[in-house]
DNA sequence: TTAAGTGTATTATATCCGTAATACAGTTTC
DNA sequence: GAAACTGTATTACGGATATAATACACTTAA
């Protein structure tokens, strides 16, 4: 079963897109794994206190993607193979990235400081290793 | 006169939320100074295709935060010393840091990761040095 | 002074996001 | 088989975002 412990709703991005994100992270961290059942639109919509259909469209836009599967009537799972993985890992990698470092130069920061930026963030942040 | 040559609409943000990030991150850059004049709500907004009550909005909002200042009638200009922009580089660099770290995190990824990924990505992307 | 440009405000419309309340058919489980 | 749960769909409402069309008073420049 795919777990929500360490999800929080935050930031300005759309519910049911933190949602996707965190699928796909999770995916990537290997946290979540192909077979793995999903909790049910209504019992993850009364855990985070959000509106069944927020998840519903979530859930939706994950199996437009190929990443999980429903049938009607029973739970849904996790789709996800190794190459799935590798796309995702390399989409979400991509992307982070091209936002902090355009972030960082249009900010004037040199390729050291940016640098520097992340090993002093590093660890004041909670999280992992 | 404050230059929107290097600005373009994208991603999901709303745009006048990335109107006062372009504003905000060209001070700290260094390249939008205090008594520089801004473009006109209307000259903006036919510039970018986008409109007027979206560039006012922006504004508006600067103005609030005491970024830029408005005379009904005649042009805005910047109001940005020298406290200001260290407030402003101290919340912006945060803010995207965590953002950053938090994803990679999230994604499993270790430090040493995270930092080549940097350095790689540094030079792919155009900008600045 | 007059004309043009500017900040500011209002009303209307459309889309997206999230919530709320149902409804129905399919599956699982006892 | 029956009850409980599941995925799916619908309608309605409110707020935020963006567009569109005006309107008015103020400043600037010719």
Request: glycine residues 10%; proline residues 2%.
């Amino acid at each position: 079963m795919v777990s929500f412990e360490g999800f929080a709703i935050s930031g300005s991005l759309p519910i049911y897109t933190q949602l996707i994100l965190y699928i796909k992270r999770g995916i990537v961290a290997g946290t979540v794994c192909g077979g793995d059942e999903l909790p049910s639109r209504r019992v993850l919509s009364a855990l985070l206190g959000v509106n069944p259909n927020t998840v519903q469209k979530a859930y939706h836009l994950l199996e437009e993607e190929g990443i999980i599967e429903s049938r009607s009537g029973a739970r849904s799972f996790v789709t996800a193979d190794g190459e799935l993985k590798l796309r995702l890992r390399a989409e979400l990698l991509e992307q982070d990235a091209a936002a902090w470092i355009s972030a960082m130069k249009q900010m004037g920061l040199t390729r050291e400081e940016a640098l520097r930026m992340t090993e002093v963030m590093w660890d004041k942040t909670g999280g992992e290793a």
